[in-house]
């Protein structure tokens, strides 16, 4: 399994950005994917996830409202708008594949759980 993410760049405060991550694996429309993001010196956290079949979408409530996650199953490819973006949107950002999820609904990062991708650097300026 495979995940390439590109899209990432330097933005102005207020801008936008569209980050892509494709995946080279059979059956993609069957995982939930996710995008994570971690910032200098912190941990890596849960940014937005999409499931294979109804699509539900979860956020974090630090990006509700300015990220939309979406997925193209014909193209094995998965999504992340990010719109008003703010300097504390900096991070290196990672796509998943059924990243690991806890009793309580909510995604967390498990290098050993799911599949992961290589990041795509998101610099905002203020």
């Known amino acids: 399994v495979q995940l390439q993410a590109s899209g990432g760049g330097l933005v102005q405060t207020g801008g936008s950005l569209r980050l892509s991550c494709v995946a080279s694996?059979?059956?993609?429309?069957?995982?939930?994917m996710g995008w994570f993001r971690q910032a200098p010196g912190k941990e890596r956290e849960f940014v937005a996830a999409?499931?294979?079949?109804?699509?539900?979408?979860w956020y974090s409530e630090s990006v509700k409202g300015r990220f939309t996650i979406s997925r193209d199953n014909a193209k094995n490819t998965a999504y992340l708008e990010m719109t008003s973006l703010k300097p504390e949107d900096t991070a290196e950002y990672y796509c998943?594949?059924?990243?690991?999820?806890?009793?309580?609904?909510?995604?967390?990062?498990?290098?050993?759980?799911?599949?992961w991708g290589q990041g795509t650097l998101v610099t905002v300026s203020s």
């Open positions: 999409i499931t294979s079949s109804a699509g539900n979408t």
């Open positions: 998943a594949a059924d990243p690991p999820q806890r009793s309580d609904g909510t995604y967390y990062f498990d290098p050993y759980s799911g599949y």
């Open positions: 694996m059979r059956f993609f429309s069957t995982y939930t």
